[in-house]
């Protein structure tokens, strides 16, 4: 490897200068030009992330209001306009992508943001089931791109062992904020009466036209791409490129060669073969075997998740607690997910390990579910079940950022990381249907439908632990390929079409 790739894998950092030409930084200014990236980042995407929860959901809110009689729905119709939001979503997860390859961050999130902002504003006119059914098709179809992403924006700016403690991070501060929302949702709902309008209609009206400002506002503030960002001094575009290309095993002396031709307001090298090869990048995402690995354990995430969402109102409800008191009460458990979730990011990105994490993860999403199986079983009192969803949420927020940046740590060629993190999230979301129908089945007993999620998060970690031993094996074995034989690392045009297969690359566990 090159000495930079060596000096930058390094889990110590001292004094020392960063090996990069003619830009050699101390570890103190590197830390400050991070602070900077954080404070403008890492807010934006939170409030991005914000946002889409917000929207999705407040049509819960809207069934408290009792949306349903107003508008006629029948039967499952209020659950088909619940999963068509979450099909969409993950079929339009990929084809967002190509928006984001097209134009650039901020233009395709802020129009996205604004367009499902739209959508969500007409929702407070429907009158039927048809309006309120294609209105959240239309939601999950401009929802799809945000968290891909956002994630993928994430994995441009930082290095590989400093990428899930800023998932983690965005997460807390989305899920801890959004657990406040339904409050306002709540307090929205006291609009009643106002201009003739229920309470539900002005929830929509007035939570679409923020997403609406916010999207907005989000093309002049979201951060783009390190070497076109306008945050960033000529010489700090080279060092924040270089130090992430550096440790993800890029040929820097190419980019040596090219230094006069770069960074003068046009693209990198990096970011045109990054356009170039899209359709490489989407032809590998879908043939790798370890990108249909990480879809499958992030689908269990997901259904615990949605199960969550599902059971912690009812339990709550059992307590004889009323709606403002359930939302509430709803807040330490999502905020105290948010916590150990960045705790643990820390030490992950510490020891540069994935699946320990992960591992972690599953353990507690399975505690948790056997302490709520339990207590419903044993018909005992709601508290014993309330803990259990500390477990359970605390698990699968851990298990969120840790999945997706183990998959994003692993796959080198741009074009390919964000495509398979599109197919990991927007099919990962079908979870949600798998839970929905799980819980809402009228045949199925408590203790079955618990049951299901406890076998479902056992396989999730069965995944881990095998996907784990594939990449500590591969690793292996490229080091044997690579002291056995003369390997020359590839010209970056080439390395951008084999990415993470290549010999010189080496999985993180």
């Known amino acids: ?30 830390k400050k030009l991070l602070l900077k990236i954080d404070l403008h980042l890492i807010p934006v995407c939170a409030l991005f992330i914000f946002i889409s929860l917000l929207d ?4 819960f809110t809207a069934e408290f209001d009792k949306m349903q009689s107003f508008i006629g729905l029948e039967g499952s119709q209020f659950n088909h306009c619940i999963m068509i939001c979450i099909v969409t979503y993950a079929v339009f997860a990929v084809p967002s992508c190509l928006g984001l390859i097209k134009t650039s961050p901020s233009s395709w999130l802020s129009t996205i943001i604004s367009c499902w902002g739209v959508v969500m504003t007409t929702m407070g006119i429907i009158h039927d089931f048809t309006g ?9 179809v401009f929802e799809a791109g945000m968290l891909p992403g956002v994630s993928f924006v994430l994995s441009i700016w930082y290095k590989k062992n400093e990428l899930q403690f800023r998932q983690a991070l965005l997460t807390g501060l989305a899920v801890s ?13 006291m609009m009643t009466g106002v201009g003739g309008l229920e309470g539900w209609r002005w929830v929509f009206i007035i939570e679409g036209s923020l997403s609406v400002v916010v999207g907005g506002f989000g093309y002049m503030i979201m951060c783009n791409y390190p070497d076109t960002s306008d945050l960033l001094s000529y010489s700090e575009k080279k060092i924040m490129n ?12 190419e980019f040596e060669d090219n230094e006069d031709d770069e960074y003068e307001g046009e693209e990198s090298e990096i970011m045109q073969l990054f356009k170039r090869y899209k359709w490489n990048g989407l032809e590998g995402s879908l043939i790798d075997w370890q990108v249909w690995f990480h879809t499958m354990i992030y689908i269990a995430i997901s259904v615990a998740k949605y199960s969550i969402n599902i059971l912690l109102p009812r339990i709550l409800g059992s307590m004889n607690f009323t709606e403002e008191k359930i939302k509430l009460i709803s807040i330490p458990v999502f905020t105290s997910s948010s916590i150990c979730s960045i705790l643990v990011a820390i030490a992950s990105d510490k020891v540069a390990a994935r699946s320990p994490a992960l591992v972690l993860s599953f353990v507690m999403i399975i505690a948790g579910f056997i302490v709520i199986m339990i207590s419903e079983v044993h018909d005992t009192r709601g508290s014993v079940a309330y803990s259990g969803m500390f477990l359970a949420s605390i698990g699968v927020y851990t298990a969120i950022p840790a999945s997706v940046t ?9 074009a390919k990381r964000l495509f398979a993190l599109a197919l ?18 009228s045949n ?39 002291t056995s034989v003369i390997a020359e690392r590839l010209p970056n045009m080439d390395l951008a079409l084999v990415g993470d297969k290549n010999v010189f690359f080496r999985y993180m566990n």
């Open 132 to 140: 309120l059914f294609w209105s959240r098709f239309f939601l999950g």
């Open 406 to 414: 183990w998959l994003s740590n692993n796959t080198l060629c741009q």
């Open 424 to 441: 990991q999230i927007g099919l990962g979301e079908l979870g949600g249907v798998v839970a929905t129908y799980i819980y809402i089945n």
């Open 444 to 482: 199925t007993s408590k203790s079955f439908a618990h049951g299901m999620i406890i076998i479902i998060a056992f396989s999730g970690l069965i995944l881990v632990i095998l996907l784990s031993f594939i990449y500590l094996k591969t690793n292996r074995k490229r080091i044997k390929i690579c």
């Open 177 to 189: 904020a959004n657990a406040f929302g339904g409050l306002l949702s709540w307090t929205i709902l």
């Open 242 to 253: 270089k130090r992430v290309l550096a440790a993800e095993g890029w040929n820097m002396e």
């Open 1 to 30: 490897m090159l000495e930079a790739v060596q000096i930058y894998e390094s889990e110590e950092y001292d004094t020392k200068p960063v090996d990069m030409g003619q830009y050699n930084i101390q570890w103190n200014q590197e």
């Open 56 to 59: 999705q959901g407040n049509i």
